[in-house]
């Protein structure tokens, strides 16, 4: 009784408002939806990114193997050409031979630019399309047509476009992409920036777009920054049909994938190829009108709305 006769006069000091109690109601709700949201299971896309001929095949056989491991199908950006100054190397070897074993296990393959890079730069380090380079569109086609061929010289297919770096004069060449891979894997599909479209599978008319939306593990990361990611991934597992996508790099460190790739699945996430995620879309229409809506209600309940709740911006690679 003396713990409540101390504690009571507090309570009776609190007196209660409509403003309190709607909060305590919205937290209550907030908490209610976050435990219904986690009985169904959101999709998670991954991708291994910048896969290039001069990439040591041990680094990109351990990340398909953690992926293998777990089950977890993956598209794989790759770059046909690697150029370093006076170094050109066409796709070819082991890393295409590791390349065919991946696609005949499942794995769905990108065409990631032809070389990544433009006049000096390097491969992988270097835009491709950026803005102001004026890069023809003749050229690009070109590009386009010489990149699947080197591909298609080893046996591999590409089935979805992603510009180098997301990066593209988006009037001189992304109708050319779009129209040369009717998938596309975009950290924001262009012109549909609007915050719901960017947390799920889109289709828009012919064209798919997958999105990339948690960021990736860069170079310097720690395990507070896989910590961070996986934290926007469970506010994202929240919203009904949300698609969490992700990248590695195959010289990121094993322990940095492994807490990523694990901390997702124990999120609940289940990690689908893109074809199975294509399927689970239907293309944007009146029907998804209403679905809609409740999804956007569920991004402003979860505050995953919020831009505050976003990453921190970090330069694209
Ligand atoms: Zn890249």
């Not at 129209?179 to 012919?206: D, N, T």
């Not at 009108?289 to 956007?296: F, N, S």
């Not at 569920?298 to 911006?313: E, H, N, Q, Y």
């Amino acid at each position: 009784m003396t713990a409540v006769s101390r504690y009571y006069p507090v309570h009776l000091e609190r007196r209660p408002s409509l403003a309190g109690a709607g909060r305590v109601a919205m937290n209550a709700g907030r908490h209610v939806w976050a435990y219904a949201a986690g009985l169904w299971h959101n999709t998670a896309l991954l991708r291994i990114e910048d896969v290039h001929p001069a990439l040591p095949v041990e680094d990109l056989d351990r990340a398909l193997g953690m992926c293998e491991a777990r089950g977890i199908p993956v598209a794989i950006g790759v770059i046909p050409r690697f150029v370093d100054g006076a170094t050109v190397v066409d796709l070819g070897g082991a890393v295409a031979a590791r390349l065919r074993r991946a696609a005949a296990d499942g794995a769905v393959l990108g065409l990631h630019g032809l070389t990544h890079q433009r006049g000096e730069g390097v491969t992988a380090a270097d835009y491709e399309y950026a803005p102001g380079d004026d890069v023809e569109p003749t050229e690009a086609a070109r590009r386009l047509v010489e990149g699947r061929a080197i591909l298609a010289a080893e046996g591999l297919f590409p089935r979805f476009w992603e510009t180098p770096h997301y990066t593209c004069d988006e009037e001189r060449h992304r109708a050319m992409f779009t129209q040369a891979f009717p998938w596309q894997f975009e950290r924001y599909p262009p012109g549909v920036s609007h915050s719901l479209q960017s947390r799920s599978v889109v289709r828009l008319g012919p064209v798919t777009w997958f999105p990339e939306n948690l960021y990736y593990i860069p170079g310097y990361a720690d395990d507070a920054w896989v910590d961070q990611m996986l934290a926007h991934a469970a506010r994202l597992r929240c919203v009904p049909s949300a698609v969490a996508g992700t990248y590695v790099h195959t010289f990121v460190r094993g322990e940095l994938v492994a807490r990523l790739l694990d901390g997702m699945l124990e999120l609940g996430f289940v990690f689908r190829s893109l074809p199975d995620a294509a399927r689970r879309t239907r293309p944007r229409g009146r029907g998804t009108a209403l679905a809609d809506r409740l999804r956007k209600a569920a991004l402003i309940a979860t505050g995953f709305d919020d831009p505050r709740a976003l990453p921190p911006p970090v330069p694209i690679l």
